[in-house]
């Protein structure tokens, strides 16, 4: 059995303010449209009209396409309950702290941590006030994970643009082939560096599945302006664009007890995704080109990421 990358969700809870145990986490390198991903990871989730994942999948069954022409591939796998390197990504701004909004935080990871299988390893950053902070690396250790989240005190703004960027690297730190992002945010983004633009040309070189869950809480005090509804209010577009650029899910929670069904269809996507993979030829100009899937048989719901930014696939028949 053959494990890969998965991209994580990001959990949107507070940070606790002058924590010495936790380390600062530079930001990266800037992204500019003339990078090119030397391997492309295609995850994806293939379910029925019920919503329940189709298993037994052959290869012969898929066919990769670039920009509308098939590719060819030297990957196919399915990741068949291999174990998960969970990146929880958390804001630590201080909305969070309003309406059991960090209580929901907490419940989602102890989910997660009560839905674990052997093997799974959990890191946590808290981002908030422009700084993100490991303040629990990789480890199996879920006593540890939890009294972290305890510790967790919301203060500042929210910069999750600039913290998701940060990321993609921290995530390869994990003992798994397969990983995974955790994004849980109340709100919009109000504090970040880089732009929406920004944002969107990160997520084009990113071969894992960003699981953003957003939290609401009824009757909170933070009311959006007139004509604007609360979801618009929470900037569920943009969490959702990450969703989709990365072949990622979103789930929205008004209260602590959604937060299990919600990481239960976050696992499941993890335990039963395939992976088609290719390198690049290096032929042609560095640009964005976007992914599809053409599978045999009835049609059926498939979740994909969007694209790559990168050179020409080696497209079939040359």
């Given amino acids: ?13 507070a940070l606790a303010a002058g924590a010495d145990s936790s380390a600062q ?31 037994n999948l052959k290869e012969k069954d898929v066919t990769l396409l670039v920009d509308g022409q098939p590719v060819k591939t030297d990957l196919f ?10 990146t929880i990504l958390l ?62 005190r919301p203060h500042g703004r929210t910069a999750f643009y600039d913290a998701l960027a940060r990321m993609p690297d921290r995530t390869l730190l994990g003992t798994n082939g397969s990983r995974a992002i955790l994004l ?28 953003p869950i957003g939290l ?4 909170s005090p933070v009311t959006p302006p007139p004509g604007v509804t609360p979801e618009a209010f929470m900037n569920l577009e943009i969490l959702g664009h990450v969703a989709r650029l990365s ?34 030829t290096g032929a042609g100009p560095i640009r964005y080109r976007r992914i599809s899937l053409r599978l045999s048989g009835p049609p059926r719901p498939v979740r994909v990421r969007a694209g790559y930014r990168g050179t020409l696939p080696p497209f079939k028949g040359g």
């Fill in 247 to 280: 072949g990622g899910l979103l789930s929205i929670a008004d209260e602590a007890a959604q937060l299990p069904a919600a990481i239960a269809r976050v696992q499941k996507d993890l335990r039963t995704q395939y992976l088609v993979g290719f390198t690049p």
């Fill in 25 to 55: 986490v530079p930001p990266p390198a800037k992204t500019t449209g003339s990078v090119s991903v030397g391997y492309v990871m295609v995850p994806f989730v293939l379910t029925d009209l019920k919503g329940k994942p189709v298993p």
């Fill in 216 to 219: 609401r809480s009824p009757g």
């Fill in 91 to 152: 804001d630590g701004s201080g909305s969070m702290g309003l309406v059991g909004k960090l209580d929901a935080a907490r419940a989602a990871v102890r989910a997660l941590v009560q839905q674990k299988l052997p093997g799974d390893d959990f890191s946590l950053y808290v981002f908030s006030a422009g700084a993100v902070r490991e303040e629990v690396p990789f480890t199996s250790d879920t006593a540890r994970l939890l009294a972290a989240m305890d510790a967790v």
């Fill in 77 to 86: 796998s399915k990741s068949e309950d291999a174990p998960v390197s969970f």
């Fill in 184 to 211: 849980l945010t109340d709100g919009i983004d109000n504090a970040s560096e880089l732009t929406r633009d920004d944002l969107a040309v990160l997520l084009e070189g990113l071969d894992v599945p960003v699981y």
């Fill in 1 to 13: 059995m053959q494990r890969f990358p998965i991209l994580a969700l990001v959990l949107a809870p």
